[in-house]
């Protein structure tokens, strides 16, 4: 994640500001933090670069819920697929096999596990 992103940021559940503990970092890149709603206390995660900026009370009305629902589908009905996909190690995969994961994997509780695959 950008450390830049870090002063914009604010908590999606109250849209209050975030207060930071960064413990790892490459160049402009924050790798490994938590950030903490100063308002409703929320936490949010970051591992690998990737922050898991998610609060599971927001209604949730997009197109990503029927995207889900295909994409897994496709995963049930490619197997190989599925193990390739969460056997490989999270900085192994692209960009977009990583939001795969994040998205459709429930990456948000894996990240909680500290775990470095997609499973």
């Not at 197109?63 to 190989?80: A, F, G, I, N």
């Not at 996909?85 to 900085?91: C, K, R, V, Y």
């Amino acid at each position: 994640m950008r450390a830049d992103l870090v002063e914009m940021l604010a908590c999606p559940a109250c849209r209050q500001g975030l207060t930071w503990a960064i413990k790892s970092h490459r160049g402009d890149r924050v790798k490994v933090a938590e950030a903490q709603c100063e308002s409703c206390g929320a936490n949010f995660p970051i591992r690998e670069g990737i922050g898991a900026f998610l609060a599971s009370d927001l209604p949730r009305h997009d197109v990503w819920e029927e995207v889900e629902s295909r994409l897994s589908q496709y995963l049930r009905e490619h197997p190989q697929a599925e193990r390739r996909l969460m056997e490989a190690p999270l900085e192994g995969l692209s960009p977009a096999d990583q939001f795969l994961c994040a998205m459709v994997l429930d990456e948000p509780r894996r990240i909680r596990r500290g775990e470095s695959r997609c499973r």
